[in-house]
């Protein structure tokens, strides 16, 4: 039996820059590829089809959802 605390399972970050992905508790100021401070999305897999953990793909593909001004 587990219980669903939350504090074990980590979101998954992508940087916007290079795409490199890394499971943090929270996003990085300074990307460990880039070393430049990148933005982060949030490419945890929130479904049950991969069980709640790992990287949602529909996520990490989209990178260029966002416009820049
Ligand atoms: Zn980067």
Redesign the pocket.
Known sequence: MENHTGSEAQPYWK?K??G?TLKLSAPPDI?P??R?K?EFADVTCYTPECGFKGIDHRLAGQQEDIRKQ
């Open positions: 940087c820059g290079c490199y990307c590829s880039c430049e990148c």
